[in-house]
């Protein structure tokens, strides 16, 4: 299945070549590698407006300290002179023998976004992300693109309507009424979805969104009657840390109800209402819950906490079974997912406990699997890629990442899990850590496939050996959340990948059957 995806594109090539993989556009070392392209400048400008600058340095300051600097330039520069002849010998013969694959200019989004970087000041740009202007921007540009999306999909339409009118049942109230109000829903041709609105701070942003299926299939005489649930999706969303609210991804749920999942879309504060997405980056943090990952570990602990009173599992010899609990989350909400995970693993290591299963759905709150979609989880690799697009002061990405290379690879999840293994029993890693999938488009100029790539090779080479990888054909950054959202490639391969690993024969949305178990090991 996924051994056949043609994975070698000219932009997923290009993609693999963007920096830190390849020197900058502009740089000596480029102009080289591309054979003298648009891209770079001649050896012999190089020379001259090294020359040039050395000298305006002599000129303009004639002190005896000054001196002795250009006297220490000069010398290097007779180096540098020196390597650069050596370097035009076979540049005279080769001149037109250049990278195959390397791209010699760059795309024209990222020319814009590179001119509009060199142009806006620094202090504009950081006003401009700190003050919450991007967040603003990012989620009204969402807002204004949901007619566009929608035109074509009135089912989704329809779904989306009846999740943000569905009833929030608060335990008020006469409940054998709201069981036959719910009936004469489903009869009417509505699903009868359920939503809770379930709050874990005092933030407008701390809650989290619940969707429950159909409880039509209740056991018969039970006073309350329990939704019977397969699992719990708790979905993270996206945002590029700065933006995005729960009710953006409502559409997320439908294709779960319909299987028999509860649904949890998280919301948690963005920056800049939270300044870091770990809590060690915050110096001045006395408790946990001062970050991103400490927002979405209170939301995964209180909605543990509430799930038992009002779902139960599946029973496995009529329902289907039951298949687990997934951390999910897409693009920043990726990222922020698998520290959640890696850092719930840390903590179960140091208690020494490697039970991942329970009798009872509140007593076995702990996942059971991860899907991570399109997320850029090295923030260091990350930060040289959004340089080279012109976006990295202007993107939240570094400063909630604590502004430094050393800052950065402590929001680095496989660093985690690695600062984890060598102060626990690392023997016990493969016992706890659940089975992990990474989703990502081969053409994603926003987060790149490589990302996604290095952060499953990292994971297997720390002891994970489940961690699985499926890239997709002609698919951007955000086709691959639409296509659960619409229906799509990305949505019917993780739900194969789910359904395999318990053995079980279900049926997708669309009908087809999942009844064996499915390794994905695409890799480049």
Known sequence: MAGDQPLLTPISVSLSLTPPRSPPHGSLLRHLLTGGGKGGISLEQYDANLHELLELTHHDDTSAESTSNVNVNRAAYQSHTLLSRILQLPMAHLRDVRHPHLPTSLSI????????????????????????????????????????????????????????????????????????????????????????????????????????PSSKTSKKGSKYSKVPIKGTIFFIHGGAWGSGHPWMYRLVAPPFLQLGFAVAIVGYRTY????????????????????????????????????????????????????????????????????????????????????????????????????????????????????????????????????????????????????HLTRNNHDTLDQMMPPILLVHGIEDTTVPFTATSDAARQLRACGVSHCNEIYLERTSHQDVILHFMMGGAAKELVLDWLFGWNGSAEQSVDGSAHDKKVEVTSRL
Not at 311 to 339: F, K, P, Q
Not at 390 to 402: A, D, F, H, L, N
Request: charged letters at 25%; one cysteine or more.
């Open 272 to 419: 800049p209402d939270v300044q870091f997405v770990v809590d060690e980056l915050d110096a001045a943090a006395t408790q946990r819950g001062g970050s991103q990952v400490g927002d979405v570990r209170l939301a995964w602990e209180k909605l543990g906490e509430v799930m038992g009173g009002f779902t139960e599992r599946c029973d496995s010899s009529s329902e289907g079974g039951w298949v687990g609990n997934i951390i999910m989350g897409h693009s920043s909400g990726a990222h922020v997912a698998l520290i959640l995970l890696v850092d719930m693993i840390g903590d179960q290591m140091k208690q020494g406990s490697s039970s991942k299963d329970g009798n009872e759905l509140n007593s076995s709150w702990i996942p059971n699997f991860f899907v991570g979609l399109s997320g850029p989880y090295d923030i260091s690799y990350h930060f040289d890629y959004e340089a080279g697009r012109g976006v990295e002061q202007i993107s939240p990405m570094k400063p909630i990442s604590g502004h430094s290379r050393e800052n950065f690879q402590l929001a680095n999840p496989t660093n985690r899990l690695l600062h």
């Open 109 to 212: 989004p990222d020319q814009l976004t590179r001119y509009l970087g060199a142009l806006l000041p620094l202090e504009w740009q950081h006003e401009f992300r700190d003050s919450g202007n991007f967040r603003a921007l990012a989620d009204n540009l969402v807002k204004l693109s949901c007619p566009m999306v929608g035109v074509g999909h009135w089912q989704e339409i329809r779904d989306f309507i009846e999740l943000s009118t569905a009833r929030d049942d608060d335990g008020i109230g006469d409940k054998k009424e709201q069981q036959q109000q719910r009936q004469q829903s489903i009869q009417r041709g509505r699903r009868g979805w359920r939503r809770r609105r379930i709050t874990y701070g005092d933030h407008k942003m701390q809650h989290i969104d619940l969707f429950l």
